[in-house]
């Protein structure tokens, strides 16, 4: 990794000198999503707003991995939901009703981004600037992020300033007055924030502050999909599955859980999933007991395990959650087999039981009376009713922007796009017969309600049942000839 300064200083005076435009134009995929998506999700989210208030929305912070080296940035998932702006240190302010300007003119939203910077783009790529997110995201009103600190506005004539509370773990970046840090003091010094340090000669009256609609606002709007989303979520999970049924086909004792993860990881770049929508979690054996094991680092898997293996690819924002366990020889054995079934058996039936109008705690009791009734008559628990850590999770979650995205969950309405997941862990030591040892086994699957009310299977192309898994096991792979040298 470049970091000679000097280099750099130089190669900026040769680009500028040349005539080179960071303005050019960067190829992006045809089907993400358009401005007018953002612009009308702002409109509903606008409609949802109590009378006489304005929303306040940061950019996420950036964050250090070590050194120089930052983590891939990731935008507030609410923040791109209602803007399409990908960057950092950005503001962004939805007013309820029209704001009028000293010249007669009026507006409903104000978003202020990082201004255009031949140097910074570089070396981390382009910005749109003013001027890009104008023509590119058709907002009206926009600023560079250093004006903001400058910018008049009276948050205590509004009823309510609707925002997410701060954490107070942004860095400040000293050189750069438009940065996230900053532009959080503004706002806190502007709003009369509790606590913040005053630096103006007259105090701003106290705004009504409110940090707790805002969850409930994006919830409601979030929660049921749009037709734009369904297509982005339908393609994470279509591409999540075609990794589970390669790694099937693929699977062999002595694999490493890095090996397993590769494969995935690779099936999701190949048809342009950027990223992975949360850590990937394979883990073989008792790792598997562990509910969020990311470490995947056993070096050889061993002939008899189990491997559960839950990984979402993330489609333009659009994350998929899907989770298989299989034997790492191509059979379940006896005991492995009872536990799998049981757990489709309760996931099949939850699933079935997802309908308009029914309440998730419904399905979610359907599910775990079913593994509680399966794990007494298999002799693991002694009662029905008996209290156990071998289901320890709930049943699901919506998915969207967030693998744990934002929704409610009262009753399942159309449109909604969310997990069914029960699964039973056993870990080494557990008072039950050591035969049920190191077995562990979920079922994940990714389910939309449909306009009609009843459930849609969306990731029905990875194999379920036992049966299905064994017999996908035994078709060849074209990994089987990819052989690389020994590494010395």
Known sequence: MIKHIYIYKILILLLVGSGFSFAQEL????????ATFHKERRNVFRNNLPPNSVAVFFANPVRNRANDVDYVYHQNPDFYYLTGYKEANALLLIFKEKQLKKDGTTYDELIFVQPRDARAEMWTGKRLGKEGVISQLEFKEVFDNTQFANYKLNFSAFDKVIFTDFNNDVRDNERDTGDLYSLIEQFKIKANYPGIKKSLEIEPKPANLDTKSLGAIMNNIRGIKTVEE???????????????????????????????QGIHEFVFKKFGSEYEGYPSIVGAGNNGCILHYIENQKPSIADGELILMDLGAEYHGYTADITRTIPVNGKFSPEQKSIYDLVYKAQQTAI???????????????????????????????SPNARHMYYPHGLGHHIGLDVHD????????????????????????????????????????????????????LSGYAPRTSEEIEKMMEQSSVLDNFVLPKLE
Request: charged letters at 30%; glycine letters at 8%; hydrophobic letters at 45%.
């Open 230 to 260: 369904i297509e982005l979520l339908k393609k994470a999970i279509n591409i999540s599955t075609i990794g589970q049924v390669e790694v099937m086909k693929a699977m062999k004792p002595g694999m490493s859980e890095t090996e397993v």
């Open 352 to 382: 079935e039981a997802s309908k308009a109008g029914v309440t998730w705690k419904a399905t979610v009791d359907i599910a775990r009376d079913i593994i509680n009734q399966g794990l007494f008559e298999l002799g693991i628990i002694d």
């Open 406 to 457: 934002k929704g409610n969950y009262d009753v399942f309405e159309p449109n909604m796009v969310f997990t069914v997941e029960p699964g039973i862990y056993i870990p080494e030591g557990s008072k039950c017969d050591k035969k049920w040892w190191r077995i562990a086994v979920r079922i994940e699957d990714d389910v939309m309600i449909g306009e009609d009310g009843n459930p849609i299977l």
């Open 27 to 34: 190829e992006a995929p045809a089907d993400i999503l358009d």
